[in-house]
Structures are given as C-alpha cells and as structure tokens.
C-alpha cells in the first residue's frame, strides 16, 4: 500500500497568481497506484479536484479548474504534484493528497471512488487566493 507522507506548496497568493502543491508518499510500488488531489473550502464539503492513473497516461478534472490546473507524477520521488495556475478566490482551499486501495487504477476509478474508500490521506496544505 501506499501512505501519503504530506503535503506541501500551499500558501497566500495574488487572483491569477500560481503555486505548486506537491504530495510526497511513500511504499515501494508507488507507480502502481493511481493518486488524487482534492481540496475543502470554507463551509464547504469536501470536492475532488484532480486525479492522475498509475501509469500517468491518464488525468481528470473537475471542470471548474480545467485548463488551469495540471497534475503530474514523479514515480522516482514517489511525488504527485499540482501545479496550479491562474488562481481565483473560490479555488481558496485546504488541498488533500489521498492514495487508493487499488493498484492500476485510472483517473476516472480515482475521480468515482467515495472519499471513504481511499486508503491513506495527507494533512492537507492551506492555499489562500486573495482577490
């Protein structure tokens, strides 16, 4: 299995500014699992953001931050990263990285799979955009 180790990237940043989140883990077969980002914003209940298959060949996104967000993994860093550019207020957040059950799983099994079921989930980091 892989454990997520924790976040970190996030902080205060301009509307249209950019940061990059990384999630380090940790577990020998890393590039086995397919990993997701999500994020929960004030008063609000938890929402996947994006989701990358084991191999990488795969991504998805929730809609509201396609063609802003790009995630990415480095299988050799057991890494996952968000990099996140053009921010808005309402992408103000606490990012989670989370790890599946699963080995070979694509980004839509990660993107469907209800929060409970993931296997290992990070502290979270705080991204503030400010307007």
């Known amino acids: 299995q892989v454990q997520v180790v924790g976040e970190s990237g996030g902080g205060s940043v301009q509307a249209g500014g950019s940061l990059r989140l990384s999630c380090a883990a940790s577990g020998r077969n890393f590039g086995d699992y397919a990993m997701g980002w999500f994020r929960q914003g004030p008063a609000k209940e938890r929402e996947f953001v994006a989701s990358?298959?084991?191999?990488?060949?795969?991504?998805r996104y929730v809609d509201s931050v396609k063609g802003r967000f790009t995630i990415s993994r480095d299988d050799a860093k057991n890494t996952v990263y968000l990099q996140m550019n053009n921010l808005k207020p309402e992408d103000t957040a606490v990012y989670y990285c989370?790890?599946?059950?699963?080995?070979?799983?694509?980004?839509?099994?990660?993107?469907?799979?209800?929060?409970?079921?993931?296997?290992?989930w990070g502290r979270g980091t705080q991204v503030t955009v400010l307007s």
């Open positions: 989370a790890a599946p059950r699963e080995k070979y799983g694509t980004a839509l099994s990660v993107a469907r799979t209800a929060h409970s079921l993931f296997y290992s």
């Open positions: 990358i298959s084991h191999s990488g060949s795969s991504t």
